[in-house]
């Protein structure tokens, strides 16, 4: 019984903690540490964006996809949802939407930064 409650016990937590975890990672690159989504893609803030919603516009989203949130995902700390022009929930982070660039190939490319002098590496 004692082993059974002992399995339990840890399940739980494993369980708990799987919820808490952060949808993107921080790398370290060349500009220091930037925000990346799990496979090291590279994200980015718009500056147009207000705090909490984007207005990165639907033809906006061809280039510079929403980091989408999955359907049961909770915002938690600095980690919020804001609407898409796609109509999807999308991850901001302290308030800013993210997103990805569709001319980033690979983990690591930051060919986004610095476009049109609105477009930047998330810190």
Same mark, same amino acid.
């Not at 370290?28 to 990165?56: H, I, P, Q, R």
């Not at 600095?78 to 001319?103: C, I, N, R, T």
């Given at each position: 019984?004692?082993?059974?409650?002992?399995?339990?016990?840890?399940?739980?937590?494993?369980?708990?903690?799987?919820?808490?975890?952060?949808?993107?990672?921080?790398?370290?690159?060349?500009?220091?540490?930037? !925000? #990346?989504? *799990?496979?090291?893609?590279?994200?980015?803030?718009?500056?147009?964006?207000?705090? @909490?919603?984007? &207005?990165? %516009?639907?033809?906006?989203?061809?280039?510079?996809?929403?980091?989408?949130?999955?359907?049961?995902?909770?915002?938690?700390?600095?980690?919020?949802?804001?609407?898409?022009?796609?109509?999807?929930?999308? !991850? #901001?982070? *302290?308030?800013?939407?993210?997103?990805?660039?569709?001319?980033?190939?690979?983990? @690591?490319?930051? &060919?986004? %930064?610095?476009?049109?002098?609105?477009?930047?590496?998330?810190?």
């Amino acid at each position: 019984m004692k082993n059974l409650l002992i399995a339990m016990g840890i399940l739980a937590a494993s369980s708990l903690s799987a919820f808490a975890a952060e949808p993107a990672k921080m790398v370290d690159t060349k500009m220091g540490k930037v !925000w #990346a989504t *799990e496979k090291g893609m590279t994200l980015y803030t718009f500056d147009k964006d207000t705090k @909490g919603k984007s &207005n990165c %516009d639907e033809k906006c989203l061809k280039n510079w996809p929403a980091f989408h949130a999955d359907a049961k995902a909770k915002a938690e700390g600095e980690w919020s949802l804001v609407k898409a022009a796609d109509g999807k929930e999308m !991850w #901001a982070y *302290e308030g800013k939407p993210l997103y990805m660039f569709a001319k980033d190939k690979k983990s @690591g490319d930051m &060919n986004g %930064d610095g476009v049109g002098g609105v477009w930047h590496v998330a810190k």
